[in-house]
């Protein structure tokens, strides 16, 4: 997730899900200006699809690496992830 505008400096915000390991999805890493490019350089490199969300990303920065997600983050991070799993799967279908 990152997002960019003429005021802020780019922010992203990197989460991680194992189902059958953790209760809920994990704040891997995070960062403004070039941390935040080094993060979605990464992610596009590994092909790890990248969704724009500005108020998702703002809250998720508030958070600590290696943070849980909060119970009241869950519908929008729900949406995040049923937006990386179709991804995937059209990346699985074209192959």
């Known amino acids: ?9 780019q922010l992203a915000v990197a ?5 059958d390991r953790e209760a809920a999805p994990r704040v891997l890493a995070k960062g403004r200006g ?5 993060i979605l350089d990464i ?10 969300d500005p108020d998702l990303v703002e809250m998720l920065a508030k958070l600590d690496v290696g943070s849980l ?5 869950y519908p929008a991070v729900a949406e995040v992830l049923a ?3 179709k ?3 059209r990346r699985l279908s074209e192959r």
């Open 1 to 9: 997730m990152g997002k960019r505008n003429a005021t802020k400096r």
């Open 15 to 19: 989460l991680r899900y194992n189902e």
């Open 34 to 38: 070039k941390v935040a490019e080094k």
């Open 43 to 52: 992610a596009r490199g590994q092909n790890i699809p990248v969704r724009d």
């Open 69 to 73: 997600i909060p119970t009241e983050l």
């Open 83 to 85: 937006f990386v799993y």
């Open 87 to 89: 991804q995937n799967q």
